[in-house]
């Protein structure tokens, strides 16, 4: 799961205060059953050209840690984003999105269509399966 119930106030601070962090969290979470290319199904990759990014050493694509997760293509810092995905999905956090705004230095419709994008993804899910967190944060945006 990518938001574990045990995972400690502590490091979820940490999360949020470095985007570099929240990338290796969120490829580790991506990655934790290995790599497998969406192109050509190679198991194989070297290092990206972004930090914690992966290159099928087959075709030379790349891919990132935030694609295909709810992090691909924002565009502002992804632990900004790692931050409202948690308060959210797990402390259930009715904060608005001026709320947000405030708190994080953004724009406040940027926050707002961050958690829309989140709402509607936990909607998709299966209400007795809304624990599963790693689905949503996981799954495919599109």
Same mark, same amino acid.
């Not at 502590?10 to 570099?20: K, T, V």
């Not at 990759?45 to 691909?72: I, Q």
């Not at 709402?119 to 599963?132: G, L």
């Given at each position: 799961?990518?938001? %574990?119930?045990?995972? @400690?106030?502590?490091?979820?601070?940490?999360?949020? /205060?470095?985007?570099?962090? #929240?990338? &290796?969290?969120?490829?580790?979470?991506?990655?934790?059953?290995?790599?497998?290319?969406?192109?050509?199904?190679?198991?194989?990759y070297?290092?990206?050209?972004?930090p914690y990014?992966?290159?099928?050493?087959?075709c %030379?694509?790349?891919? @990132?840690?935030?694609?295909?997760?709810?992090?691909? /293509?924002?565009?502002?810092? #992804?632990? &900004?984003?790692?931050?409202?995905?948690?308060?959210?999905?797990?402390l259930?956090?009715e904060?608005?999105?001026?709320?947000?705004?405030?708190?994080?230095?953004?724009?406040?419709?940027?926050?707002?269509?961050?958690? %829309?994008?989140?709402?509607?993804?936990?909607?998709?899910?299966?209400?007795?399966?809304?624990?599963?967190?790693?689905?949503?944060?996981?799954?495919?945006?599109?």
């Amino acid at each position: 799961m990518l938001f %574990k119930e045990d995972i @400690s106030p502590e490091f979820a601070q940490e999360l949020f /205060n470095d985007s570099e962090k #929240v990338l &290796k969290f969120i490829a580790d979470m991506k990655w934790a059953d290995g790599f497998v290319c969406r192109k050509c199904d190679n198991t194989n990759y070297c290092e990206g050209k972004t930090p914690y990014s992966r290159r099928c050493t087959r075709c %030379k694509s790349e891919e @990132s840690a935030a694609a295909h997760t709810l992090f691909h /293509n924002i565009k502002f810092p #992804v632990n &900004k984003a790692f931050f409202i995905a948690y308060n959210v999905c797990v402390l259930g956090n009715e904060f608005s999105s001026y709320n947000f705004s405030d708190q994080l230095g953004l724009n406040q419709m940027t926050c707002w269509k961050f958690r %829309k994008r989140i709402q509607n993804c936990v909607m998709r899910i299966d209400k007795n399966e809304k624990a599963k967190i790693q689905t949503i944060l996981m799954t495919e945006y599109k």
